[in-house]
């Protein structure tokens, strides 16, 4: 390389901007938002992106938002029932009548006695329009146990009946019913996994931190409990409830039995994450500057996992609503009134069920759906969980 | 390896024991017992000519004695009215209900438990392996995504409810008979080929619906395994040597997946033998399961005791299989454990 042969010599060039040293390690603003973001944000951004489980986390959302107002969704009361319509099969919702608009409406039942199977055959009579009404005064109930009230979101039309899933053997309404079964399911997987998570923080976080013999002595536990077969011992148990104890009390003791056999899952994950990071600096810090053993692991170790904790919680609740669902199907759970997925399924247990009334297992359809969007909620909660990978 | 044999079985007395304990407590909770519920129901009838003769049973089983020496009684642990005589020695119980002893009520259902059982995880091995390794060695392809759907499906629908409805089907387009384990017409009949073509008829839909929920979580473990160590270096270097696809999946990484694939038979045994249990009392089968289900109900302590303490000993004896298999493929195992101790 040659220099220009008549070159004048350069001007002395400077920047008049102010000279800001900084500058190479500057970021964009969208760099900064990134490294900023607390870690709960970051998960949130993990999370986000993964489509199915946003989506089964809003139907889990919308489904446990609407069991305050279980009795205004619901069209008619629990032990509504109609015995002129005994095992009536689903109707059919319509908007065209003749090929005029009528809006939302249903064919009313015909009901002819079928004389070889000695049974009511209901067809629908397509004569008899019978328009739904929205926001209407229907069945009477108690809010909240406050008010007395019988507003409903969907009524069926004056002296009209509207079954969009049929009736069971007694009269009731499926759909009402299984409205109100969400109630119970839902929650019998959440109190439930209270308990089990309470246990297993309890006793995985005692093993994990003070190690020793109470470690081997829970290892022990967690050993035999993981070897047995849970569902006898949940039928053993469910037995073992007095049987004079009011359907509520029964509840709690069904709940608390899902509970207590769901926890050493959890108490091993505690205990291996607390063996390691108990030997971490920070944690000695939190020991040398007087913090007693529960502020510590509640504190300082338990925060670095709970992310972990609360994924595979929300992966053991479908286990405990399949285990309820099993129990009150097999007539070892709850017992009516309380009305679950699994007491409603009761009724389906044999095979003329499925021949000639297959609407009476419809209750299956929430409890897979429930299942699904809760292990799909979970997957995604289990990826977002750890947002620096 | 016989070392590690002995090791093993050593260590699952106290299990064993532990678990007869808890079975024991279990079976107690329910306030009162069969005689007691009986000889109430006798006496509100104003009959006090059973009365003595259920007496003489309590007595006889020690229903009057304190709970921890009846649990040694039942045991075989300390001597009882005949003396020394409970499962240590080879007596079950006795079933208040059947007025038999528990071993002639269960007899034909624990093998029957145990082939079902055994048909089922083999189900699940013969039927998760294949679409495992299909899955990890086209991740993300159609049939992939297709087997995930299918095995989260598998996982949300309830056991029994599956039971059903396959039942119904089957029923429908095979002709085969509804519940059992057999055609109503081999029943007490001799073994023949007839015979066994129907049991084997029989077992396929409780073997599918027991297996589902198992071979979903058995597929997604392998998978998991598999593209584990399809990601390690020496599968490079052994691509890089020219190995064909084939011949590298079988020589290397597909062996050291195959380890936790045994060992799963754990956290696979105790959720197998809990759905052949709903399973069998839904289709009613000849098993151990409905058997408990009225045990439990009508409270028929030593019979509901007997089956629970059995389904959790099938369990621990799987897992001890599980292990020593484990031992036997892959050294490392075995050494530890012996260093460990």
Not at chain 1, 105 to 129: I, M, Q
Not at chain 1, 177 to 206: A, N, P, Q
Not at chain 1, 276 to 281: P, Q, S
Not at chain 1, 351 to 363: D, G, K, Q, R, T
Request: proline share 6%; with cysteine; charged share 15%.
């Amino acid at each position: 390389m040659t220099m220009p042969t008549d070159s004048r010599k350069l001007d002395h060039y400077v920047n008049p901007e102010p000279f800001d040293p900084y500058q190479a390690e500057t970021l964009t603003p969208e760099q900064e938002r990134f490294y900023l973001a607390s870690q709960w944000k970051m998960m949130w951004w993990k999370f986000r992106r993964h489509k199915l489980a946003l989506v089964s986390g809003l139907f889990l959302l919308v489904l446990y938002g609407s069991i305050p107002f279980t009795e205004i969704i619901a069209t008619y009361g629990l032990e509504t029932r109609n015995s002129d319509y005994l095992l009536a099969p689903p109707q059919r919702l319509h908007l065209f009548h003749e090929g005029r608009f009528v809006g939302p409406f249903v064919y009313g039942y015909e009901a002819k006695p079928n004389l070889e199977t000695f049974r009511w055959d209901y067809v629908e009579n397509s004569g008899d329009v019978q328009p739904l009404r929205f926001l209407c005064r229907g069945d009477a109930y108690k809010m909240w146990n406050l008010w007395n009230w019988d507003v409903h979101l969907v009524c069926p039309a004056e002296n009209g009946v509207f079954y969009p899933l049929g009736t069971d053997r007694l009269g009731h309404d499926m759909m009402s019913r299984i409205v109100y079964g969400t109630r119970i399911s839902l929650t019998v997987g959440l109190i439930g996994i209270t308990i089990s998570f309470l246990i297993g923080i309890t006793l995985g976080g005692l093993a994990g931190y003070y190690g020793g013999w109470i470690d081997s002595v829970v290892q022990r536990m967690i050993e035999i409990l993981r070897s047995l077969p849970e569902l006898p011992l949940w039928l053993a148990l469910s037995a073992a409830l007095p049987v004079n104890w009011s359907p509520i009390l029964i509840y709690l003791g069904i709940t608390v039995i899902l509970g207590l056999l769901d926890w050493p899952g959890l108490a091993r994950a505690v205990r291996s994450k607390l063996l390691a990071l108990r030997e971490e600096d920070y944690a000695t810090a939190a020991v040398l500057m007087g913090a007693r053993p529960k502020r510590v692991i509640a504190r300082h170790l338990l925060p670095n996992f709970m992310s972990h904790l609360i994924a595979s919680a929300t992966l053991s609740i479908p286990s405990m609503i399949l285990g309820e669902t099993a129990l009150s199907f097999l007539g070892l759970g709850l017992r009516p009134p309380i009305t679950s997925w699994g007491v409603l399924l009761n009724e389906a247990q044999n095979l003329s069920a499925i021949e000639f009334y297959p609407w009476i297992m419809s209750p299956m359809i929430p409890v897979i759906m429930v299942i699904l969007a809760f292990n799909f909620f979970g997957d995604g909660l289990r990826d977002a969980a750890d947002p620096y990978k | 390896m016989l070392r590690y044999i002995v090791q093993r079985l050593i260590v699952m007395v106290p299990t064993l024991l532990a678990i007869s304990l808890l079975t024991f407590i279990i079976i107690q909770l329910p306030p009162g017992d069969y005689l007691s519920n009986q000889m109430a129901e006798l006496r509100s009838r104003g009959e006090a000519a059973g009365i003595e003769k259920l007496e003489f049973l309590r007595t006889q089983f020690g229903l009057d004695k304190p709970w921890w020496e009846q649990y040694a009684v039942w045991l075989g642990a300390w001597p009882g009215p005949d003396g020394f005589s409970g499962l240590l020695q080879g007596n079950w119980g006795w079933s208040f209900e059947y007025s038999k002893p528990v071993a002639d009520v269960v007899g034909d259902g624990l093998v029957l438990t145990i082939i079902l059982n055994a048909a089922t995880v083999l189900f699940v091995y013969v039927v998760a392996f294949p679409i495992g390794i299909y899955s990890a060695t086209r991740q993300y392809s159609w049939g992939d995504y297709g087997f995930t759907l299918l095995g989260y499906i598998g996982l949300a629908i309830p056991n029994f409810l599956l039971g059903l409805v396959l039942l119904y089907y089957f029923n429908k387009w095979f002709g085969i008979s509804v519940g059992g384990l057999m055609d109503p017409d081999y029943i007490d009949q001799p073994w023949s080929m007839g015979k066994l073509w129907s049991v084997m008829a029989h077992l396929i839909v409780p073997v599918i619906v027991i297996g589902t929920s198992g071979t979903a979580g058995m597929i997604r473990r392998l998978r998991a395994n598999l593209l584990d160590e399809l990601q390690k270096q020496y599968v490079v270097t052994a691509r890089s040597k020219g190995l064909t696809e084939r011949r590298l999946l079988w020589k290397y990484p597909l062996r050291m997946s195959l380890n936790p694939f045994i060992a799963d038979i754990g956290n696979l045994l105790p959720g197998l033998i809990s759905g052949s249990v709903i399973v069998s009392v839904v289709l009613n089968l000849p098993t151990i399961g409905p058997v408990l289900l009225d045990a439990l109900s009508s409270q028929d302590q030593y019979l509901a005791g007997f089956i629970l303490l059995f389904v959790a000993v099938l369990t621990v004896f799987g897992m001890l299989v599980s292990d020593l298999l484990l031992a036997v493929l892959d050294p490392r195992i075995r050494l530890s454990g012996e260093a460990s101790t």
